[in-house]
C-alpha cells in the first residue's frame, strides 16, 4: 500500500513539473526550428508553377466611399505557370444596381454628375493581371451607369483601362498581394527583427517582430500561427512605430491544401482606414498539360482596347496617360 502511494505521489510531481516547464519546452522548440526561416521557405514554396487557385473576394469598394452602394463579390482566379510568372483573372459581381446620391455627401464631387445632375458611376466588371519577366501590365474593363434621382439607370457605356506598371514592382494595391494576407500567408517579408515567441495554451504560437506592412509603414507585428496547418497565420495584427492603435487587422479560418500549398479556407483584411475585405479560397487545381488560363489571360493583352480606352504607363519617371482613338 505504501508502496502504490509512492509511485503516486511520484507520478503526480511529474505530472506538476511537466506543466510548469511545458511551456518552456515547447518555446525552446520553437526557437530552435528559427520560425522565420520556416516561414521564408514556406512562402517561397506555395505557389510552385503549375497550379491555379480560385477564390472569392468580397468588399465594399466604390469610387464614393458609400456603403450604400453595395459590396461586389469577385471571383478570382490566380495561377503561376512558371517560376516568376503570375497570371489572375477578376469577374466582378455586384451586391445591388448602383443608387443615387445627392452632391456634397461623403466623396460625391460636382465631376461625378451629368449637367442633369445625374450621378455617374463607374463599376470594374472584369479584370486581368499578367506579370513575366518583361510584363506587369492589368486591364481593367469598367461599365459606365448614369443614375437619375430615382435610381433608374438612365445611360450605359462601356471603356477600359490598361496600366503598365514597373517591372520591378509585381503587384499593385489591387492585385495579388492583399488577398494573399487574409489567406494566412505572405508575411514572411514583411519580418525584420523577431523580439519574442510564445507557444499559447491554444497551440497556436504567437510571434512578435519588428517590420513593415509598406516600405514607408514600419511598426510591429503581432501574429499568431498555427504550427498545425504549415505555420498559416491565424491573426495578425500591425501596429505603426510610435502608435497604440493598430492599422491592419487579419483574421483567419479553416484550411485548403493541395500537394504542398496549404491556405487557410476564410480571412479577413481591415484597414483603420476602413477599407475591408473578405477571401475565401474555393479550390487549388493542378493544371495537367497548357496552362489553358494563363492562355487566355495573355491573350487578352494581344487584343487591341476599344476606342476611348485609356492607356497609363507608370514605367517612366513621370506617369503617362493616352487615349485609344
Same mark, same amino acid.
Given at each position: 500500500?505504501?508502496?502504490?502511494?509512492?509511485?503516486?505521489?511520484?507520478?503526480?510531481?511529474?505530472?506538476?513539473?511537466?506543466?510548469?516547464?511545458?511551456?518552456?519546452?515547447?518555446?525552446?522548440?520553437?526557437?530552435?526550428?528559427?520560425?522565420?526561416?520556416?516561414?521564408?521557405?514556406?512562402?517561397?514554396?506555395?505557389?510552385?508553377?503549375?497550379?491555379?487557385?480560385?477564390?472569392?473576394?468580397?468588399?465594399?469598394?466604390?469610387?464614393?466611399?458609400?456603403?450604400?452602394?453595395?459590396?461586389?463579390?469577385?471571383?478570382?482566379?490566380?495561377?503561376? %505557370?512558371?517560376?516568376?510568372?503570375?497570371?489572375?483573372?477578376?469577374?466582378?459581381?455586384?451586391?445591388? %444596381?448602383?443608387?443615387?446620391?445627392? !452632391?456634397?455627401?461623403?466623396?460625391?464631387?460636382?465631376? +461625378?454628375?451629368?449637367?442633369?445632375?445625374?450621378?455617374?458611376?463607374?463599376?470594374?466588371?472584369?479584370?486581368?493581371?499578367?506579370?513575366?519577366?518583361?510584363?506587369?501590365?492589368?486591364?481593367?474593363?469598367?461599365?459606365?451607369?448614369?443614375?437619375?434621382?430615382?435610381?433608374?439607370?438612365?445611360?450605359?457605356?462601356?471603356?477600359?483601362?490598361?496600366?503598365?506598371?514597373?517591372?520591378?514592382? !509585381? @503587384?499593385?494595391? @489591387?492585385?495579388?498581394?492583399?488577398?494573399?494576407?487574409?489567406?494566412?500567408?505572405? @508575411?514572411?517579408?514583411?519580418?525584420?527583427?523577431?523580439?519574442?515567441?510564445?507557444?499559447?495554451?491554444?497551440?497556436?504560437?504567437?510571434?512578435?517582430?519588428?517590420?513593415?506592412?509598406?516600405?514607408?509603414?514600419?511598426?510591429?507585428?503581432?501574429?499568431?500561427?498555427?504550427?498545425?496547418? +504549415?505555420?498559416?497565420?491565424?491573426?495578425?495584427?500591425?501596429?505603426?512605430?510610435?502608435?497604440?492603435? !493598430?492599422?491592419?487587422?487579419?483574421?483567419?479560418?479553416?484550411?485548403?491544401?493541395?500537394?504542398?500549398?496549404?491556405?487557410?479556407?476564410?480571412?479577413?483584411?481591415?484597414?483603420?482606414?476602413?477599407?475591408?475585405?473578405?477571401?475565401?479560397?474555393?479550390?487549388?487545381?493542378?493544371?495537367?498539360?497548357?496552362?489553358?488560363?494563363?492562355?487566355?489571360?495573355?491573350?487578352?493583352?494581344?487584343?487591341?482596347?476599344?476606342?476611348?480606352?485609356?492607356?497609363?504607363?507608370?514605367?517612366? +519617371?513621370?506617369?503617362?496617360?493616352?487615349?485609344?482613338?
Amino acid at each position: 500500500m505504501c508502496y502504490f502511494i509512492s509511485v503516486m505521489r511520484f507520478i503526480k510531481i511529474i505530472a506538476i513539473i511537466t506543466i510548469i516547464f511545458l511551456p518552456t519546452i515547447l518555446l525552446g522548440e520553437v526557437n530552435d526550428m528559427n520560425i522565420k526561416d520556416k516561414m521564408i521557405v514556406l512562402d517561397k514554396e506555395l505557389f510552385p508553377s503549375g497550379y491555379i487557385v480560385s477564390f472569392l473576394v468580397t468588399k465594399a469598394d466604390n469610387q464614393f466611399n458609400d456603403p450604400n452602394q453595395g459590396k461586389s463579390f469577385n471571383s478570382c482566379e490566380a495561377t503561376w %505557370p512558371d517560376d516568376g510568372a503570375f497570371a489572375m483573372k477578376i469577374i466582378y459581381n455586384y451586391e445591388h %444596381p448602383p443608387v443615387y446620391a445627392p !452632391p456634397g455627401k461623403l466623396d460625391y464631387n460636382p465631376i +461625378d454628375y451629368t449637367k442633369e445632375n445625374f450621378l455617374i458611376i463607374w463599376r470594374a466588371m472584369k479584370e486581368y493581371v499578367l506579370c513575366t519577366s518583361n510584363t506587369n501590365d492589368r486591364i481593367v474593363e469598367l461599365e459606365k451607369l448614369v443614375i437619375d434621382p430615382n435610381n433608374k439607370v438612365v445611360r450605359k457605356g462601356t471603356n477600359s483601362e490598361l496600366t503598365h506598371f514597373p517591372i520591378d514592382k !509585381p @503587384y499593385t494595391r @489591387y492585385q495579388f498581394k492583399y488577398f494573399q494576407l487574409p489567406m494566412g500567408i505572405g @508575411y514572411s517579408k514583411r519580418l525584420e527583427t523577431i523580439s519574442s515567441v510564445e507557444s499559447l495554451p491554444s497551440g497556436l504560437i504567437e510571434l512578435k517582430s519588428i517590420g513593415s506592412f509598406e516600405p514607408s509603414f514600419h511598426g510591429n507585428w503581432d501574429l499568431k500561427l498555427d504550427p498545425n496547418a +504549415d505555420y498559416l497565420v491565424r491573426e495578425a495584427v500591425f501596429t505603426r512605430d510610435n502608435e497604440t492603435t !493598430p492599422i491592419k487587422i487579419v483574421s483567419t479560418s479553416g484550411v485548403v491544401k493541395k500537394d504542398k500549398i496549404t491556405l487557410a479556407k476564410r480571412g479577413v483584411y481591415k484597414s483603420a482606414s476602413g477599407f475591408e475585405l473578405s477571401v475565401e479560397v474555393e479550390d487549388i487545381n493542378k493544371v495537367e498539360g497548357e496552362n489553358q488560363l494563363f492562355n487566355d489571360i495573355s491573350s487578352r493583352f494581344q487584343k487591341p482596347l476599344p476606342k476611348g480606352s485609356s492607356i497609363t504607363d507608370l514605367r517612366g +519617371d513621370k506617369a503617362k496617360t493616352i487615349k485609344v482613338n
